[in-house]
């Protein structure tokens, strides 16, 4: 073997103990074959410490702040709690150690959060959320974009083909469920928004059960498991999920995903025009609204006005601010037009948050 074949053997073995920087963005990596493979590699990364007794890896780097914890609930079944804090623009990119085997699929409940700028009015950002769900294959490798100053909490469920085949294809309700045209497909990935109730709450309740007990209620701790799967295959839909998301390659999920941070920076502000942001981000007007609306399920402006109507309806009902303030905080001099955006989106009038809380 040549010298070239063994270094560049050596680098793809190793390379999730590198990074680089481009696109505005630390590039780093991380191997994903397994939920304890992925373990190791985070704990060879810089910076890190690990709680071998609780299988807890802490991080405070240049990069992030962090804490991850793992749970191996049985052969082929396992979770990750993730969240992060971030310092710069990052983007975490998953590969592969071929030596080994790569056959875990993850079903994750995920939450983003970022910040505006401070305002004039409230005299702090504000801040909003992402909650989505993403299913995956094991020949998907997925990598994830965050922000500066942005917040990110998962919990992943990961279980293997065998797993798959022994404890959810054996069972009658997946074959009467709608997520088996997915695992038969040859869709990689799916993506869908945080629509159903039970199911997030169910992954916030495994999420604190976790965090909380650990592996000293491991029976606890599997059942919540089981229950939440059992939940998702008999309520997934779908009609729900993003379906021209798996069109976008890597660099045009970049540019969206910078393009939503420039929104929620700028949320307190009135809506930019797509021509502005088209400008600013080098992208033409009609692909930039086509390539949005696959990452995100809906149009730019649709998204900008969700958000901010969000945003409002907190900032009401914590009885700090009248209607007119919050209306002048997102660059709506009408009030009217603002109660109109405000139902729109909330179902409700303002004022009807105004005299509840009263």
């Not at 505006?116 to 409230?122: A, G, Q």
Request: positive net charge; hydrophobic residues 40%; charged residues 25%.
């Amino acid at each position: 073997m040549s010298i070239t074949r063994i270094i560049n053997k050596w680098f793809k073995k190793n390379q999730h103990l590198f990074f680089k920087y481009s696109d505005g963005y630390y590039h780093l990596n991380y191997v994903a074959n397994s939920p304890k493979l992925m373990m190791e590699s985070f704990k060879k990364m810089l910076f890190c410490k690990f709680d071998e007794e609780n299988n807890i890896i802490t991080t405070d780097s240049p990069f992030n702040k962090a804490r991850v914890q793992f749970a191996f609930l049985e052969e082929g079944l396992a979770l990750m709690d993730a969240k992060m804090e971030l310092k710069v623009n990052v983007c975490y990119h998953q590969v592969i150690n071929e030596e080994t085997p790569n056959d875990y699929y993850t079903l994750s409940f995920n939450t983003f959060t970022n910040a505006s700028k401070e305002t004039s009015i409230t005299m702090k950002s504000l801040a909003f959320s992402n909650k989505k769900w993403i299913l995956t294959k094991p020949e998907f490798l997925s990598f994830t974009t965050y922000a500066k100053n942005s917040n990110a909490d998962s919990i992943l469920i990961y279980f293997n083909k065998k797993w798959l085949n022994d404890f959810i294809k054996s069972d009658y309700a997946y074959h009467t469920s709608k997520v088996k045209y997915f695992f038969e497909s040859n869709e990689e990935f799916v993506v869908w928004p945080d629509n159903a109730i039970e199911l997030s709450n169910m992954a916030k309740a495994l999420q604190h059960t976790l965090i909380e007990e650990g592996s000293r209620n491991p029976l606890q701790l599997k059942l919540k498991t089981l229950e939440l799967i059992s939940t998702f295959i008999r309520t997934y839909d779908p009609q729900n999920i993003f379906r021209n998301y798996a069109t976008l390659n890597k660099k045009d999920i970049l540019r969206v995903n910078k393009v939503e941070f420039y929104l929620s920076e700028n949320i307190q502000n009135k809506f930019m025009g797509i021509e502005l942001l088209s400008k600013k981000f080098s992208v033409s007007p009609t692909k930039l609204k086509s390539d949005f609306k696959a990452a995100y399920g809906m149009g730019i402006f649709s998204y900008f006005r969700q958000k901010q109507m969000h945003i409002a309806k907190e900032l009401l009902e914590s009885g700090e601010y009248q209607v007119k303030e919050v209306a002048l905080l997102f660059g709506y001099d009408n009030r009217s037009k603002f109660s109109k955006a405000f139902e729109t989106v909330n179902g409700v009038l303002p004022s009807t948050i105004v005299f509840s809380r009263n």
